[in-house]
C-alpha cells in the first residue's frame, strides 16, 4: 500500500521439428530458495487495510476472523488474517520494544494472535522498511505516528512478531522511500532478520515486500521473500473499486520468469466485493489474479458481504486455478486486435490450461484462443469454471463474445503439442559463445535483441512455444515493422499472434523468420557484448547459427 496520498493517505519445452543438429537440452532453471520461504502456492487470507485502513483494534479483527469462517472462506483455502497499518503508533519503551494500546489491544498483540490461531487461521502483521512509517507521512484514521517503521530496529521487531505468533509479515516502504533507501539493500537485511528470528523461535514467516515495484523486486525478490508488490495500491482509501486501476496492477505484475511456488508477483489485495464494482467486475478480477497466480488477500468486509460475493470469493474451481501446484504466471500468447487478448496459464497434469480471453476496450467483442497459441493439439474440452459447465469441445480453438472491459476465463483439458512452450531455455550464438539477452532486462516495445555474456538471468530465458513463438516474458521476438529487408532489428514487443513474431528453429541451426525467411543474424559478424540482433539473409556464416539448450 501507500504509494500516494488519496483522501489522506498513501495509500520448452521447444518444438521438436527434427532438430538433429540443434543442441535441445532445455531444462527448467530451479527457483532461489529464499531462507524464509514457508509456502508452496500463493497465499490466500484476508488483510484489513481496503475497508478499515487505520481504524483497527482487537475486536475489528475478532470480527473479520469470525466472518471468514462463517462464510465458508477458510475451508475455501482462506487462511491468513493479516493486520495491516494502525495497529501501532510508534511508541516503544526504554528498551526499543514496541508498546500498544491496551484498550485497543487488551492482551497486547499476542492475544489476538492467540485468537486467530485459536481458529486454525494463520495471523499476519505490519511494519515499514524506515524509520517513521506509513502511518506517519499519510495518517489515515488515526494521528500522525512518528518513528512507525522497523528501521534501526530490523533483529528486535522481527523477532518480536515472531515471538507473538505471527505467520505472515507486510514491509512497507513508506520511510524507505523518503529516506532514499536502497530497496533491495532493506528488504534483504529485514529478510536476514526473519531468518535469525526464525532460528531463535522456530516460527518461520512470510515476508511481503511492498516497495510498490521501487527497485524491480522481480529480480531480487524470489532470493528473500515469498511475495513482492509490483505496483502502487490497489485502491486508495475513500476511493471506489476502479477497474483501470485493476488493470494497470495486473500489467504491472507481468514478470513471468520470476515466479515459481513459494515465489510470487504481487498485484496487491483484491477489491472483490468493494463499493463501486458489481458481481461481473468481481469475477473479472478475481480471473485476472487466478490466471497470474497471484496471492489472494481478500479485502472486503467479510461481515457484511452479499451471498453473491461470498460466492466468488469462494468458487473452488477459479481458485484451483491460482493455487496451481506449478505456480506459472499466465503470459499473453495472442492479440489478434488491439485490446482483445489472450492469455494463457499451464496448469498440473497433461494437457491442462486456463486461459483468459480479456477484452479491453469499450465495445463486446469476440475473442478467440488458438490451441496452436496454448500448445494444445487434437481435441480439446473447453469449461467454464465459474458455472462448473462444459462447453463442449474442439479441435482449433474456442471463441467468446467478452463484454466491454471484462474477462471471460476458461480451463481447457486436451493433448499436449509437442513443444508445449512451458521450459525456458538460453539461444546461443555458435561464433560468439554469448546469449541472446534483452538489455537490462527490458520490457519496452522496441527494444532490440542482443548479445551478451550468458549469465542465467530471466531476461536470457526464452521460451519457443507450439505457435512457433520465442517468447521472453509475456513478450515476442518480433521483426520490427513487419520488416523483410536485410537489417530488420530483431526486437521484442507485445505477443500479437502475427508471423513477424513466428519462427523457425531448423536443423542447420538457423533461426528463420516465418514471414520474411530471413535469418536472425549477429550484426556485421561482430561477437562483442551488445552485438545488435537483426534479420539477414541467410548464408553459411557462424553469425547466422544458434544453439538452443
Not at 132 to 139: F, L, S, T, V
Not at 191 to 209: E, F, H, K, Y
Not at 303 to 332: C, F, H, W, Y
Request: charged residues 15%; glycine residues 12%; contains cysteine.
Amino acid at each position: 500500500m501507500h504509494a500516494r496520498a488519496v483522501g489522506g493517505h498513501l495509500l520448452g519445452g521447444l518444438l521438436a521439428l527434427g532438430l538433429a543438429a540443434v543442441t535441445i537440452a532445455a531444462v527448467a532453471r530451479p527457483a532461489v530458495a529464499a531462507p524464509n520461504n514457508v509456502v508452496s502456492t500463493p497465499p490466500m487470507g484476508w488483510a484489513s487495510w481496503n475497508s478499515f485502513a487505520a481504524k483497527i483494534n482487537y475486536n475489528v479483527i475478532k470480527g473479520q476472523v469470525d466472518a471468514l469462517i462463517s462464510a465458508g472462506l477458510k475451508d475455501a483455502g482462506y487462511q491468513y488474517v493479516n493486520i495491516d497499518e494502525g495497529w501501532w503508533q510508534g511508541t516503544r519503551d526504554s528498551a526499543g520494544n514496541f508498546t500498544v494500546d491496551p484498550a485497543d489491544w487488551p492482551g497486547g498483540m499476542a492475544a489476538i494472535a492467540d485468537y486467530i490461531h485459536s481458529k486454525g487461521l494463520k495471523a499476519g502483521i505490519y511494519t515499514d522498511a524506515g524509520r517513521d512509517g506509513c502511518g506517519y507521512y499519510y495518517p489515515t484514521g488515526r494521528p500522525a505516528a512518528p518513528g512507525s517503521g522497523s528501521e534501526g530496529h530490523y533483529d528486535q521487531d522481527f523477532l518480536q512478531f515472531s515471538r507473538w505468533g505471527f505467520d505472515f509479515v507486510k514491509v512497507d516502504w513508506c520511510g524507505g522511500n523518503a529516506e532514499g533507501l536502497n530497496p533491495q539493500s532493506a528488504y534483504t537485511a529485514i529478510s536476514d532478520s526473519i531468518a535469525r528470528a526464525t532460528a531463535q523461535t522456530g516460527r518461520p514467516m512470510v515476508l511481503s515486500v511492498c516497495s510498490w515495484g521501487n527497485g524491480g523486486p522481480w529480480n531480487w525478490g524470489p532470493g528473500i521473500s515469498t511475495m513482492w508488490r509490483t505496483s502502487q495500491d490497489i485502491i486508495y482509501y475513500g476511493e471506489n473499486a476502479s477497474m483501470s486501476r485493476v488493470l494497470t496492477n495486473f500489467d504491472s505484475a507481468q514478470h513471468p520468469t520470476a515466479q515459481s511456488p513459494g515465489h510470487y508477483n504481487d498485484p496487491d489485495m483484491l477489491v472483490v466485493g468493494m463499493p463501486g464494482f458489481n458481481a461481473a467486475q468481481n469475477r473479472t478480477h478475481l480471473g485476472l489474479w487466478a490466471i497470474s497466480g497471484a496471492p489472494l488477500l481478500a479485502g472486503n468486509n467479510l461481515a457484511t458481504m452479499s451471498a453473491e460475493t461470498r460466492a466468488i470469493l469462494t468458487n473452488r474451481e477459479v481458485i484451483a486455478i491460482d493455487q496451481d501446484p506449478l505456480g506459472r504466471q499466465g503470459t499473453k500468447v495472442a492479440e489478434d486486435a488491439t485490446g482483445l487478448q489472450v492469455y494463457s496459464k499451464t496448469l498440473t497434469g497433461t494437457g491442462n490450461r486456463a486461459v483468459l480471453l480479456l477484452n479491453r476496450t469499450g465495445a463486446t467483442a469476440n475473442i478467440t484462443v488458438r490451441w496452436s497459441a496454448v500448445g494444445l493439439t487434437g481435441a480439446v474440452a473447453v469449461r467454464d469454471p465459474w458455472t462448473g459447465t462444459d462447453l463442449g469441445s474442439s479441435t482449433t480453438g474456442y471463441t467468446s463474445a467478452v463484454p466491454a472491459n471484462q474477462a471471460v476465463l476458461l480451463t481447457l483439458s486436451g493433448t499436449d503439442g509437442t513443444g508445449s512452450g512451458t521450459t525456458a531455455t538460453t539461444i546461443v550464438g555458435r561464433q560468439s559463445g554469448r546469449c541472446l539477452d534483452v538489455n537490462n532486462s527490458s520490457t519496452t516495445n522496441g527494444t532490440q535483441a542482443q548479445l551478451w555474456d550468458c549469465n542465467g538471468q530471466a531476461n536470457q530465458a526464452w521460451t519457443y512455444t507450439a505457435g512457433k513463438q520465442l517468447m521472453i516474458g509475456n513478450k515476442c521476438l518480433d521483426a520490427a515493422n513487419r520488416g523483410t529487408a536485410n537489417g530488420t532489428k530483431a526486437v521484442i514487443w507485445d505477443c500479437n499472434g502475427q508471423n513477424n513474431q513466428q519462427w523457425n528453429v531448423n536443423a542447420d541451426g538457423t533461426v528463420t523468420g516465418v514471414q520474411s525467411g530471413l535469418c536472425l543474424d549477429a550484426s556485421g559478424a561482430a561477437t562483442a557484448n551488445g552485438t545488435k540482433i537483426v534479420l539477414w539473409a541467410c548464408g553459411s556464416g557462424a553469425n547466422q547459427r544458434w544453439t538452443l539448450r
